[in-house]
DNA sequence: CGACGCATTGCATAAATATGCGACTTCATG
DNA sequence: CATGAAGTCGCATATTTATGCAATGCGTCG
């Protein structure tokens, strides 16, 4: 039987990862490795070989680099508090927000211009965001649940 | 005894490789082996990793890509066919141009800005430049012979 | 609750990249 | 011509990164 894994923390890695990375002068995986152990973080260079290719971070000169985040990807995580919930049915994934917010996070959702999602409609708390044909909705919720990083109903 | 090497061809093959990486896509060092030696470039992989180095190429989602070329290394080479000569002494390295060219090629090296580099005064087909305290003559002299890429007197 | 889909992770290892060292060339100099 | 400094390169290998696989956790749905 091998080691129990503690699966749950990639939101807050990578923000770690981010923050180190800027930080510090990290040029192996090992390095921040160890780093994150110092934070707190125990994972393996496995693990962050995966996490700096998701994050877009580029190796030059023996050193990590990361392209500035995207100014959309920065807006919807600020917006990420106003969403209550999720949900969807066949055609459509239905986000509640709070009051008058539902625009705000609209815009930012169209301005990420994720690949699945084809358009978005808001009212004053509610949206309505549809998939491009052939992804599924099911697809498209997830990763809007991911994007905004938190774990909703 | 080990394989004779033809050395000298380094010029040539980073011009090879910064149009094959624009070209095609290739996303390893022996990828790009492969394809330099389809043009007539026999090198060894890590020969390549210096290369790329070199050219400050980066690998990003498992493809090679370029930065693009600085604008004053590509005024540079444009420039480079009206040098006619270099010469040093103990204090400064001689550019001669083709006549009226010295100030383009005074102002290209300039923009450059090149560390070893103090300043340069162009006359007409005359260009002087002096290194920075503690940089020989000869360093200077080398580097730009470099820059240019050309075999001169 | 049980089954299923999917995401996350570690482990072991494959794949890829970087580098110490010596060979060789080219220039320039005594 | 001998000598020496600098630059380029291959080889062998060390270092670093990527990945196939299986285990586990989480959420959903019947």
Chains 1, 2 share one sequence.
Do not use: W
């Amino acid at each position: 039987m091998r080691k129990l894994q503690i699966v749950q923390s990639k939101g807050a890695r990578h923000e770690a990862i981010r923050r180190l990375l800027q930080a510090e002068r990290i040029g192996t995986q090992e390095g921040l490795c160890r780093a994150l152990a110092r934070e707190g973080f125990r994972v393996t260079q496995a693990t962050l070989s995966r996490d700096l290719q998701q994050l877009g971070a580029v190796r030059v000169g023996g050193l990590y680099e990361l392209p500035p985040a995207s100014p959309a990807a920065a807006r919807l995580q600020e917006v990420g508090d106003l969403v209550v919930s999720f949900a969807e049915n066949d055609l459509l994934v239905v986000l509640r927000t709070q009051p008058g917010a539902a625009p705000a996070v609209a815009s930012a959702i169209d301005a990420a211009r994720l690949p699945g999602c084809l358009g978005t409609l808001a009212g004053d708390d509610t949206i309505f965001a549809t998939p491009v044909r052939g992804v599924a909705v099911r697809k498209l919720s997830r990763k809007l649940r991911n994007l905004f990083g938190r774990e909703l109903s």
